[in-house]
């Protein structure tokens, strides 16, 4: 009888134990230095891709694939976020507040219908302010680097005014999407030939149908373009500007390589730049709205 009460005890005890195991909350997907990026960060992520490209109507690759560049592109941004804390990059509450209301504005929405709106897709306002706010962080420390590193002529200025309002009436909008292909440092020759190749390959594709947004997802080493800005608008380097004029709906432009250069535009959330790299393009506008593609190789 003893025997029986002691074996009754130790069940007890394990099925105490088996209820009090911890539950997983989360999980780290990569270490980025001193931060992490978590898997939330990723399945949240993904979600909003996968929402706003099945209201653009875009494709996207298999989930593994799309994970994979998910991950890279959070752990870049975690790279540049931790640069901007180490260059005492600040959002005030007042520049985010005012970033939220230009989007919701342009949007034809007000703040309450643009809540609601958030609420339906699953997303909460504190999540949505955050990336924002992260967004603009990420903005203001490429846009230091490029003030950095560049220096832009007054005259030059004035003469690409001079040619975009030559170009453009005041009534236009470009919406430029592009796919980035890298290139180290100093490239050597084969380096940029096989560049130059896997642009040619993926204008191909584009030119026989093939979704842009999928091949910037899949291509792509800035994967800003695999997720629809609310408001649509970005900002274009002199290259693109120059393949512009004239185009049609859906015109195939071809590509070109630009050379360092940076050019603001307004934008919801103040001035920002293109990056000072040479580009790789391939250009496709439509007007009214206006948009294009371009597929671009910097260093």
């Not at 990059?89 to 005012?98: F, G, H, R, S």
């Amino acid at each position: 009888m003893k025997n029986w009460k002691t074996l009754l005890l130790g069940v007890a005890m394990v099925a105490n134990t088996s209820f009090a195991a911890p539950q997983v909350v989360d999980k780290v997907a990569a270490v980025v230095n001193n931060g992490v990026v978590l898997e939330s960060d990723v399945d949240g992520l993904m979600k909003s891709v996968k929402l706003n490209s099945g209201e653009a109507g875009q494709q996207l690759p298999d989930d593994a694939t799309l994970r994979h560049q998910i991950l890279e592109r959070l752990i870049m941004d975690q790279i540049v976020l931790q640069m901007g804390q180490k260059m005492g990059v600040k959002v005030t509450d007042e520049q985010l507040d005012q970033a939220i209301a230009n989007i919701a504005k342009q949007n034809n929405m007000s703040l309450d219908q643009m809540r609601s709106r958030l609420a339906y897709d699953g997303i909460s306002y504190a999540t949505y302010r955050n990336q924002i706010r992260k967004e603009m962080l990420i903005s203001e420390v490429r846009n230091n680097e490029v003030r950095r590193r560049v220096t832009i002529l007054p005259q030059e200025v004035d003469a690409l005014a001079k040619q975009v309002g030559n170009q453009n009436d005041a009534s236009t909008e470009l919406n430029l999407s592009h796919i980035l292909i890298p290139l180290p440092e100093n490239p050597t020759s084969d380096q940029a030939a096989e560049a130059e190749s896997q642009a040619r390959s993926i204008v191909e594709q584009a030119r026989n149908g093939g979704d842009f947004g999928k091949l910037a997802i899949t291509y792509s080493a800035d994967q800003t373009g695999a997720e629809r800005r609310p408001d649509g608008l970005g900002t274009y380097s002199g290259a693109a500007i120059d393949l512009c004029p004239g185009a049609e709906h859906g015109e195939e432009r071809g590509y070109r390589r630009s050379y360092p250069f940076r050019r603001g535009l307004p934008h919801s959330e103040g001035e920002r730049s293109a990056r000072p790299e040479p580009k790789y393009l391939r250009h496709r506008s439509s007007r009214s709205p206006h948009s294009s593609e371009t597929v671009t190789d910097h260093d």
